[in-house]
């Protein structure tokens, strides 16, 4: 479309103040939509979605993800590292061994409401 056109489509747009005034006002700040998208690019990598699919039902050690996805535990450790910056993992130690879980609800029902809307 040429400039002129789409200059031309703009001047003749309906713009509903009130709605626009309405989202405006509920519009969070910058930064926090910054750290939304931050947080939305953690999910972004298959590797780290399906580590935490793996601790939807129960908390694992890295040897255990490791074995279930067919990876190194360095490879793992380092997503790890990731999801737990993120505070979306907590771990905790018995032993020797440390046990990753989900960091709360928050991130089941993400997971559990992206895999029903993907289903859909």
Excluded: W
């Excluded at 309906?14 to 999910?43: G, Q, W």
């Amino acid at each position: 479309m040429k400039i002129q056109e789409e200059i031309a489509r703009c001047e003749n747009m309906c713009v509903h103040t009130d709605i626009v005034d309405s989202a405006a006002r509920n519009m969070p700040d910058e930064e926090v939509l910054y750290d939304l998208a931050e947080l939305f690019k953690i999910f972004g990598d298959s590797t780290r979605i399906r580590i935490l699919y793996a601790l939807l039902e129960q908390e694992m050690c890295v040897c255990d993800i490791a074995q279930l996805l067919n990876m190194t535990q360095s490879a793992i450790s380092h997503q790890l590292r990731v999801l737990k910056q993120s505070h979306l993992v907590k771990f905790r130690r018995d032993g020797k061994t440390i046990y990753y879980s989900l960091a709360d609800s928050h991130v089941h029902s993400i997971i559990s409401q992206g895999m029903e809307h993907v289903e859909e």
